[in-house]
């Protein structure tokens, strides 16, 4: 994988490699566009960290109910959008106003609850 430039936090380039993943199985995983593939990674996942707060949510079905939860990205231990594919199986756990969703990874993602329908 190409080397950072810039002196980023771990979760900043964990959220790299994430994104750089992503493009590279998005356009057909094709070899030999490894530094390619980092750079934009690493200039949308910058671009998206600086600057005006960017709202983050999930949106979950728990048993019929459809809730949205907001999550902030320095909280959320290197979460990505794209962990889960629609139709995944997610555990989660309610507790008042918080959402927890269990990630692949065994950790979990707390959001807080903006929308609940059903």
Known sequence: MAQMSGNNSPQVQEAIRRRATELFLRNGAVE???AAN???AEAEI???SAGTPVRRAIVVNV???VYTGEYE???ADGYTPGEWKPGDPVPVRLAGDKLYLRRPN???LRTTIVKRIG
Do not use: A, I, P, S
Request: hydrophobic share 15%.
């Open 32 to 34: 030999g566009h490894d």
């Open 38 to 40: 980092w750079y934009q």
């Open 46 to 48: 910058l671009r998206e």
């Open 63 to 65: 048993q019929g109910v």
């Open 73 to 75: 990205c320095t909280t």
């Open 106 to 108: 065994g950790r979990e």
